[in-house]
């Protein structure tokens, strides 16, 4: 397993602002995730982010939106750009350990709550 | 492609009640199948999962859930409820072949009334 913390744990932005939510992890990890949970709903990838690669997006969320930065095997952030108030969720990150080898298990970390006002 | 179906948005049960969580995937290629339970403020904890082997799956808190390929279902049972295990839980697929993302369904909120 991992412990993976997130910070900040909340934040209320106003609109138009910018927001960096940090992910950390316990041990060195090849694949973390982002997701978004909007207030009732599911989890929605946000996008995939390999140490030393680009990070990949779904369909539906862009770069210049959620800049991902993954520097090392156990730190990423993920930015949520000129903030609306559509932007108002849970934004969780996650890892998979053993990457190929395993059953595409993942971790969660207690994730940022954010309002956008 | 995979998708999960979860049926009913909110379950309610009694202390002490049988509790079954229904969940029913679409996958053009065998599945790995996953329960994730989360409290409150908190973020996603692995309850069980299935890969290969048996189809009846163990979890933590004394959950289970049974794969069954033919009804394409994986639900998650507890044969009785405590309070404690009030919270959101989401029925998750992703392929097994090599690396694939998780899907998702839309949960299933379980209330548990003393």
């Known amino acids: 397993s991992a412990v993976i913390s997130q910070k900040p744990s909340r934040d209320i932005c106003q609109r138009g602002t910018s927001l960096t939510i940090q992910c950390q992890v316990d041990?060195?990890?090849?694949?973390m995730f982002w997701y978004r949970q909007q207030p009732g709903q599911s989890l929605t990838l946000i996008a995939t982010?390999?140490?030393?690669?680009?990070?990949?997006?779904e369909s539906g969320f862009v770069i210049d939106k959620f800049p991902i930065s993954r520097p090392n095997l156990t730190f990423s952030t993920l930015t949520v750009s000129n903030m609306s108030p559509e932007d108002s969720s849970i934004y969780l990150c996650s890892v998979e350990i053993g990457g190929r080898t395993t059953s595409n298990e993942q971790f969660f970390g207690p994730g940022t709550r954010l309002t956008v006002l | 492609a995979q998708s999960v179906t979860q049926l009913g948005s909110h379950v309610s049960v009694s202390e002490g009640a049988l509790v079954l969580l229904r969940c029913n995937y679409s996958s053009s290629v065998p599945p790995y199948l996953f329960w994730y339970v989360q409290y409150p403020n908190q973020g996603l904890q692995l309850l069980l999962k299935?890969?290969?082997?048996?189809?009846l799956v163990k979890g933590i808190n004394g959950f289970e859930a049974e794969f069954k390929k033919s009804e394409t279902s994986f639900h998650l049972t507890k044969p009785s409820a405590h309070m404690s295990d009030a919270a959101e839980y989401f029925c998750a697929v992703s392929a097994n072949t090599g690396f694939q993302k998780l899907v998702f369904g839309t949960g299933t909120r379980l209330l548990v009334s003393p």
């Open positions: 041990s060195q990890v090849t694949m």
């Open positions: 299935y890969t290969t082997g048996a189809t």
């Open positions: 982010a390999n140490q030393g690669s680009e990070a990949t997006y």
